[in-house]
């Protein structure tokens, strides 16, 4: 049973940067994905970025049109996913949460940055960025 905990969230000004990571537990860290997605109220859930870890043959990272450029995710060891965040903008206010799937099918959901290919989720953590 994989178990998801998100930290790092926050308040912020424009402009300034925050970093979330996702602690991950139960999942075998190769061929397997781990995304960050957010919901801001009144919206729909939306893929913010995703990682396939690939094991030996290195992993992949796949971002939203919208973070391009300014988001970074990245993992240095087998327990966190970090979601690195620079030049906020009061539009990224949203609840964070990252999700896990395991197995290489993950690959294309991933890519895609689709929410309902994941099974495991943790419960998020708040980032509101302020003009």
């Known amino acids: 049973q994989a178990r998801l905990a998100e930290s790092g969230g926050g308040s912020v000004q424009a402009g300034e940067s925050l970093r979330l990571s996702c602690a991950v537990a139960g999942i075998p860290w190769s061929r397997a994905c781990v995304g960050w997605f957010r919901q801001a109220p009144g919206n729909i859930q939306e893929g913010v970025a995703c990682i396939y870890l690939a094991g030996t043959n290195g992993d992949e990272a796949f971002y939203a049109d919208s973070v391009t450029g300014r988001f970074s995710i990245s993992t240095d060891s087998q327990t966190t996913v970090d979601l690195q965040m620079n030049s906020l903008e009061p539009e990224d206010t949203a609840m964070y949460s990252c999700?896990?799937?395991?197995?290489?099918?993950?690959?294309?959901?991933?890519?895609?940055?689709?929410?309902?290919?994941?099974?495991?989720w943790g419960r998020g953590t708040q980032v509101t960025v302020s003009s």
């Open positions: 999700a896990a799937a395991f197995g290489g099918s993950c690959y294309y959901p991933c890519r895609r940055l689709a929410e309902n290919s994941f099974d495991y």
